[in-house]
């Protein structure tokens, strides 16, 4: 396993991420070629990505899979972007190159879960990241804000994000990627 103190000096490049043994107890991100690290995400957390991965397998059209924490390059090109959502939705295809991560061009739906110290990361720069990388539909399930911002639902269009109203009081209705409705309570209830 490298030692943080080990770590290369400067932006790193795909070639040096891919060659880092880093503490699997972590959660280990690639910005702009700026290694970040989170904390593994908690139970409730992890809950919540269980119950929407199974929700959306259930509804999915085929052809599409959901799946949980799978490396995502948002940016190949130096300095690399290497993202890790809690869920993402993916094409069949991706599974038959057996590669350790999926390009963004892959993704029709990335989903994170806001956890303590990723509220910023997730509303702002994963925003943005994603909207440029293409990724179609990005999802952000807040358990801990106000309710009307507990489930949030952005559709690409033009190269940015707009918001798509999904959730009206305690039911969520989204078209994208699929037609869908259920209840918040379903995923964050407690």
Known sequence: MTDLAHLP??????EQWDALELDPTRRWELS?????????PDVWHQRISKRLTRLLDDHLPDGLEAVPEIEVITK???????????????SERVFGRR???????D????????SPGSRGTDHVMKLHEYAKAGIANYWIIDPDAPM???????????????????????RIR??????????L?????R
């Not at 130096?78 to 809690?86: E, N």
């Open 148 to 170: 009307d911002e507990r489930f949030l639902a952005y559709r690409l269009d033009s190269g940015s994000y707009q918001l798509v109203a999904a959730l009206e009081a305690d």
């Open 185 to 189: 309570d379903l995923l964050i209830g």
């Open 32 to 40: 702009e070629g700026a290694l970040t690290m989170s904390p593994r």
């Open 9 to 14: 000096r400067g932006l790193l490049s795909l």
């Open 107 to 114: 993704v029709v739906l990335a989903v994170e879960i806001v």
């Open 76 to 90: 190949a090109s130096f300095p690399p972007s290497v993202r890790d959502p809690d869920i993402v939705v993916v």
């Open 99 to 105: 590669s350790a991560r999926v390009s963004a061009a």
């Open 174 to 183: 989204v078209k994208e990627p699929m037609v869908l409705e259920f209840s």
